[in-house]
């Protein structure tokens, strides 16, 4: 999924890393919160992708780390950058740009020398190893009493926006004097002085990150938009048809402890999101007469959910979707802002072929209509409902599996919470299960906050006793600074 192998590849190769670029300049406050919260999700989530990672608050000591643990590129993301899809669309731009030295978000000054903002940038470590680590070069004040001559590069016709972002620079022939220094300056000197292009991401990936300026007091509130439009939690993931993991292991387990249970869950609580409810009921082999409990924060996802149970017919859904999308969204871009996984719509129809073949469509027609389906709109991040969430599962003593999905490592929660503060709650959502578990009887999935545990185990198994300053200090929980322990 994302490409996974191929960026783990990249980074067991020593090809391609990672770094987080503190940015130690924001004044505000909730900028500072708020940002450390994204760079807490991101650092974990692309840990995932490039495990072997890095970070500092000064761009040369960044560099540094990562060429002398011998890797030949890295990617450096300042804090106050959201990435969105970035993770997907990246492989391919890499790929198609194999050889470039230096990629990032180039700046015109005109009289002033050209500048690359530190918000995103790749650069080839093996080119900055051999010309003798140039410095990033950082804005001097007082540069404009002392004029210098250096090469003019040429640049593209082209802008992204306004009139001083070029998609590309070179070196031309000619000298010629700037008046001020600004930040990198020197990096874009030493690329030029040694016949190097530097070029800018393309259109694709400019729309899938985004940077608030949180340093900058006048810009930060007018970029904050470009944040938490990412953050819409009111969506639907109409395509998703997850299936539930391998369980072997953890139903053999389950019969050691207690032989006479028979194997089947008789209840099931699982997110709105997509056919999932459905397909996690069939795959777990659910009898006649279960219950299904769907939750979620969002009242519009219920509500698809709850249509689709109920007018579904159990053949081409991707078509069904369409229908669908177009009922609640009256434009593409309407459509675009509710709907999640549009282009894996394609995909869902052969994962229900599959599923058909073991008998799908029958368990829809003789088994679903049997089933008690509850549907409770509920924030399971608020302390004082997720004791009663997951009460839902202590009604009786048969076995319950229960899906949290990533909702505890999860972007739009991750803008409110911080890594710690996630890791606390999801700690207290577990003790809530493991205490009205009868038995061992309640299977949970839930994706850790750092990824530090088991996806998946019985209710009674999770240890839900570690606090967050006990995580070992190689974990990725403890990479940045403020998440380090301090005795």
Not at 197 to 216: C, D, G, L, Q, T
Not at 314 to 341: H, I, Q, V, W
Not at 393 to 417: C, G, K, R, W
Request: proline content about 5%; hydrophobic content about 35%; aromatic content about 14%.
């Amino acid at each position: 999924m994302f490409n996974k192998e191929w960026y783990n590849n990249k980074n067991t190769s020593k090809e391609l890393t990672i770094g987080w670029l503190y940015n130690d300049n924001i004044r505000d406050d909730f900028a500072k919160g708020y940002t450390k919260n994204m760079t807490d999700y991101w650092s974990v989530e692309m840990s995932w992708f490039l495990p072997d990672c890095f970070e500092d608050s000064n761009i040369n000591n960044l560099l540094k780390k990562a060429s002398d643990s011998g890797f030949k590129k890295i990617v450096v993301f300042k804090q106050g950058t959201t990435l969105g899809q970035f993770q997907s669309i990246f492989p391919k731009f890499y790929d198609e740009n194999k050889n470039a030295t230096f990629v990032g978000h180039i700046l015109d000054q005109q009289d002033s020398y050209y500048t690359i903002h530190p918000q995103a940038f790749m650069i080839d470590l093996t080119w900055w190893a051999k010309v003798g680590f140039p410095e990033w070069g950082a804005h001097d004040r007082h540069s404009i009493e002392e004029s210098f001559e250096t090469i003019e590069p040429i640049r593209s016709n082209e802008n992204w926006h306004d009139e001083y972002t070029p998609h590309w620079i070179a070196p031309s022939k000619k000298l010629r004097t700037y008046k001020r220094k600004l930040g990198g300056w020197n990096i874009v000197k030493a690329l030029m002085e040694d016949d190097q292009h530097i070029i800018s991401w393309n259109k694709e990936i400019r729309e899938e990150k985004h940077y608030s300026y949180p340093e900058v007091v006048h810009d930060g509130p007018r970029h904050l938009p470009g944040v938490t439009e990412q953050l819409m939690l009111d969506i639907f993931f109409i395509a998703n048809t997850e299936l539930p993991p391998p369980l072997g292991t953890w139903l053999d387990h389950k019969k050691q402890i207690d032989p006479s249970w028979d194997g089947k869950f008789n209840r099931l609580i699982v997110p709105a999101a997509g056919l999932s409810p459905l397909i996690y009921a069939f795959t777990l082999g659910m009898p006649k007469g279960s219950k299904i409990h769907v939750y979620d924060i969002s009242k519009f996802a219920l509500d698809l959910t709850k249509k689709i149970i109920e007018e579904w017919d159990g053949t081409n859904y991707s078509s069904f979707a369409k229908d669908l999308m177009k009922e609640y969204g009256d434009t593409p871009t309407r459509r675009r802002d509710m709907f999640r996984g549009t282009f894996q719509l394609n995909d869902s129809d052969k994962t229900i072929e599959e599923l058909n073949k073991q008998g799908f469509t029958e368990w829809l027609t003789d088994v679903l209509p049997t089933l008690k389906i509850f549907y409770t709109p509920i924030n399971i991040m608020d302390p004082n409902k997720s004791k009663r969430f997951a009460n839902a599962a202590n009604f009786d003593e048969q076995t319950t599996y229960v899906h949290l999905s990533n909702i505890y490592h999860y972007m739009p929660t991750s803008f409110f919470y911080s890594l710690r503060q996630r890791w606390a709650l999801h700690n207290e959502l577990l003790s809530h299960f493991k205490a009205v578990s009868a038995n061992n009887n309640i299977l949970i999935y839930s994706a850790c906050p750092i990824g530090h545990r088991n996806i998946i185990n019985w209710a009674d198994e999770w240890d839900d006793t570690i606090q967050f300053d006990d995580l070992p200090e190689d974990s990725i929980g403890k990479l940045l600074k403020w998440n380090k322990t301090t005795k």
